[in-house]
Every structure is written in C-alpha cells, then in structure tokens.
C-alpha cells in the first residue's frame, strides 16, 4: 500500500489548492490505482482508499462524478462509503449507475427509494437482485415505469403486499397484468385474481406465452368459479319467490336490506331471488352457483354491488347443508374484504355474457 499512501501530499495540495481540472485528473489517477488492485486489497485497504476518494469528491463537478460512478458500479469491493454518497447524488447521472449495480445494502436502498426522484427508483428496479423490503417500496412509491421494471425484474423478491399493489394497478394497465402474470411467484390466489381481472387480449396473452400444463391451469382458473356447481341439490320452483320480489323491486327499487333480510329469516328462495335481481344475473345461474361448494360466487355478487360483509355472512349462513365452521366464515371475510369491486364486477359481466343476458 506504498503507492495509495504516497499520493496523500498530492491530495492535500490538490483539496487545499487544486482547480477542478486538477482535482478530476487525481481522482481518475486514484480510481485506476483503486481499480487496478481491487482483487487483492483487503477491507483496510479499501477504507483507505474510501477516505481518499471521498475527500476529492467532496466538491468536484459532476460531470467527474458521473464518471466515477461508471468506473466502480460493477467493482463488488468498491469503497461503500463513496458508492453511498454517488447513490445518494441528485443528479441521476451521478446515482444511476451505482444504483442500478452498485455494492448498496438494503437499509441504504430503502432510505434512497423512500427520499428519491422516480429515475432513482427506476435505476434500482433493475438491479439484479432486490429484496422484499426494497421492492416494497419501490412498488408504493415507484410510478408506471418503475413498476413496469419491478414486474419484468425476476430478480426482485416480492411479497404478497407487493403483488396485490401491482395487480390493483394493472386493473388499468393491461400491459402490467401481462407482466405480472408471467411472473413465476406469484401466488396462486393473487394468480387467479389478476386472471379474472384481465382483459380477454391479455388472458389470451398469457395462454399463449404458457406451458401446456400451465395453459390447462389457466383455463381452469377462468373457468372454475363459473362451474362450481351443486349436484347434490335438487332443483328449486323460484316462480313464486321472483313474482314476489319483482313486484317489490317495482315498488320500491330492492336493498341490500332486502336480501339481508330474506336471508337471516330463512326464505333461501327469496334470497336468491333478490340477489338474481339485484345482481341481473339469472335466477337459475345464482342457484347454480349458491349451491356450490365454496363461498366465492356469493362473494363475488355481493361485492359486484357493494353490499357490506354483515349481509354476505348472512347470506353465506342461508346456503342449503351444514352451517359452515367459524374457520370457514373467517376464510371467507379475509377473502371478501381483498377483493375488489371491479375484479368482482368483470366476473359477474361475465355470467352475464356467458348467459346470454349482458348487453
């Protein structure tokens, strides 16, 4: 280390007295040494090297600086403390390339993400590797284009926090949903959501780009809460309980009150029918559908039209059989209270078109 050490008059000659020419030709001399011998120092010598280049870089213009942070955004060994600083720049020519593979450690990446314009998040979004924590953040605060990046990214670890703010984004973004889901960890529930969610094109999409196994996966995904049907149940005469309630629903328009109140009563027929009304979806299909073994059609029709959890537990309790278990009403208010109403909307539209009765 005799030769970084012998350069430390220059350097304070050059920090006292030196012009900026002078001051960005010592720091390009010293980042060669740096460079040149990167593989064999040990962490000593990197300190040193860190306190050098960061005194020169103290006040230097940027333009200096940028380079600087090209030279060492791939160095594994590079001096932390500088590569914070560049990271930490303003000028996004001087951050981006150590953010987009410089040796940053996560708490760092945080702190920069959560204080930072939207080109420093979308330099970092395509590091490759990110953690759950960073890509939380970046997925708050990041705009299109970094969760774009993120989405593609299959070096990004996401939590499931982070998958539900991207699938809730790609309601509107058709290109996004894509992109998430091809996303080989996604989970399975989040999957099936954004699926239904998708528009015809971008299901089409992701069958194409599928495997074969998969492709069947996703056929069955669209399909399943559609087929869910109850065999075991005998078929109902709803011809009463629809005169009844139209002649209500002509009255006075029909509530979410109404069904509540058909189902805590136990008049199953008229529930169905207040809800087929409701809902426009056919009597024959919400029986269909009722009589299944899970609870996510009547989830689905109740939050189409934003009917509060109260009234779906009710309705939920008013299904032919066994009462379910107090784990099953807490399975299904978890997932009542994820899903969305446009999610629930496109899948009731649906049974509708499916049906035959959608416009």
């Given at each position: 280390m005799a030769a970084p050490a012998s350069l430390l008059p220059e350097l304070e000659e050059v920090v006292q007295h030196g012009s900026a020419e002078k001051r960005a030709e010592t720091l390009r001399r010293i980042t060669t040494l740096f460079l040149d011998g990167a593989s064999s120092f040990n962490d000593h010598h990197v300190a040193l090297f860190d306190d050098v280049i960061g005194c020169l870089i103290a006040e230097i213009e940027a333009k200096a600086l940028a380079e600087l942070a090209?030279?060492?955004?791939?160095?594994?060994?590079?001096?932390?403390?500088?590569?914070?600083?560049?990271?930490?720049?303003?000028?996004?020519?001087?951050?981006?390339?150590?953010?987009?593979?410089?040796?940053?450690?996560?708490?760092?990446?945080?702190?920069?993400?959560?204080?930072?314009?939207?080109?420093?998040?979308?330099?970092?979004?395509?590091?490759?590797?990110?953690?759950?924590?960073?890509?939380?953040?970046?997925?708050?605060?990041?705009?299109?284009?970094?969760?774009?990046?993120?989405?593609?990214?299959?070096?990004?670890?996401?939590?499931?926090?982070?998958?539900?703010?991207?699938?809730?984004?790609?309601?509107?973004?058709?290109?996004?949903?894509?992109?998430?889901?091809?996303r080989t960890d996604i989970p399975p529930r989040l999957f099936r959501q954004l699926l239904l969610q998708a528009s015809e094109v971008v299901q089409k999409r992701l069958l194409a780009a599928a495997r074969p196994e998969t492709q069947a996966e996703i056929r069955k995904i669209l399909a399943k809460v559609t087929d869910e049907v109850g065999a075991k149940a005998a078929p109902r005469n709803y011809t009463a309980a629809?005169?009844?309630?139209?002649?209500?629903?002509?009255?006075?328009?029909?509530?979410?009150?109404?069904?509540?109140?058909?189902?805590?009563?136990?008049?199953?027929?008229?529930?169905?029918?207040a809800l087929s009304t409701i809902c426009a979806v056919p009597v024959e299909v919400v029986d269909r559908l009722m009589n299944g073994e899970r609870a996510d059609p009547v989830l689905i029709l109740a939050?189409?039209?934003?009917?509060?959890?109260?009234?779906?537990?009710?309705?939920?309790?008013?299904?032919?059989?066994?009462?379910?278990?107090?784990?099953?009403?807490?399975?299904?208010?978890?997932?009542?209270?994820?899903?969305?109403?446009?999610?629930?909307?496109?899948?009731?539209?649906?049974?509708?078109?499916?049906?035959g009765t959608g416009e």
């Open positions: 090209r030279r060492l955004a791939h160095v594994d060994n590079a001096p932390v403390g500088v590569v914070v600083t560049l990271a930490k720049n303003d000028d996004i020519d001087v951050a981006g390339p150590v953010l987009k593979s410089g040796p940053l450690s996560d708490p760092d990446l945080v702190a920069i993400a959560e204080t930072k314009s939207q080109a420093h998040l979308l330099a970092m979004a395509s590091r490759r590797q990110l953690s759950e924590v960073v890509s939380d953040v970046l997925v708050k605060r990041g705009d299109r284009d970094v969760a774009h990046s993120i989405a593609t990214n299959t070096g990004a670890s996401l939590s499931e926090g982070a998958f539900t703010n991207l699938i809730s984004r790609a309601q509107k973004d058709g290109d996004l949903a894509e992109k998430v889901g091809k629809m005169a009844a309630v139209r002649t209500l629903h002509k009255e006075r328009k029909l509530t979410e009150a109404d069904v509540a109140n058909y189902a805590e009563n136990g008049k199953y027929e008229e529930t169905i029918a939050r189409s039209v934003n009917f509060g959890w109260p009234t779906v537990k009710a309705v939920i309790n008013a299904r032919p059989g066994p009462k379910p278990s107090q784990q099953v009403i807490d399975a299904a208010h978890e997932n009542f209270e994820r899903l969305t109403g446009p999610t629930a909307q496109r899948v009731v539209r649906f049974w509708q078109v499916r049906q």
